[in-house]
C-alpha cells in the first residue's frame, strides 16, 4: 500500500509539473503564434489583390482592397469543413465580381490527399472564375473546378468555401450598404 501512495503522488508531481510547463510554454509564444497567423493573412491579401494598396476591415472577415483609382475588390474569411477538418481559406474577390483567387490559410487534410488543396495548380483553378463554384472530375471551365484525385470531399469543401464568402460578402453589402 505504501508503495501504491508513493508511486500515485509521484505520478500527480509529473502530472502537475508538465501541465504547469504546458501552461507557461502556451503563455509565452500566444502573442507570437497570433502575429504570425495575422501576417500569414496581410500576406496571402496581398497576393490575391496585389494591386491593392490598403486593406480596410469592412466587417469582421471582410476587407476592401483599395488603391489610388479606388476599390480594387474585397477579401473575405470562409471555415468550411473538409475531410480532416476545418479548412480556412481567403477568398479574394474582384471589383468585378469575378473571383481573384483563394489562398488556403490552414487546413487538417490527408497529406498526399486533401492537403493538396494548398498546391498551386489546384488555387490557380479558380482564378477569374465566376459565383457559383461546382466541382467536375476533370475539366473545369465556367464555374467549374476539377477535383483533387483521391480527395473529392476536400474539393467540394474548397468551393463550398468559395460559395459561401460569395454569400457573405453579398450579406455584408447589404448589412452596411455597399
Sequence with gaps: MKDF??????????TFIAAALLAA??????ERIALA????????????LPDAEDFIALKDGIWRA???????GYCVNSVTKGYGGDIELLVGISADGSLAGIEVLSNSETAGLGANCTKDD?????????YPISVVKGGGGDGQISA????????NAV???????????????????G
Excluded at 5 to 14: N, R, S
Excluded at 148 to 154: M, S
Aim: glycine share 12%.
Design 5 to 14: 501512495i508513493k508511486l500515485a503522488g509521484t505520478l500527480c508531481a509529473i
Design 66 to 72: 483599395e488603391n489610388e483609382g479606388g476599390t480594387v
Design 37 to 48: 497567423a495575422e501576417e500569414k493573412q496581410n500576406t496571402a491579401m496581398r497576393t490575391l
Design 122 to 130: 489546384f488555387k490557380a483553378q479558380f482564378g477569374g472564375q465566376e
Design 25 to 30: 510554454t502556451n503563455s509565452l509564444t500566444e
Design 148 to 155: 483533387l484525385t483521391g480527395a473529392t470531399i476536400t474539393s
Design 159 to 177: 468551393a463550398k468555401g468559395v460559395n459561401q464568402a460569395f454569400e457573405e460578402l453579398v450579406a455584408a453589402f447589404d448589412e452596411i450598404g
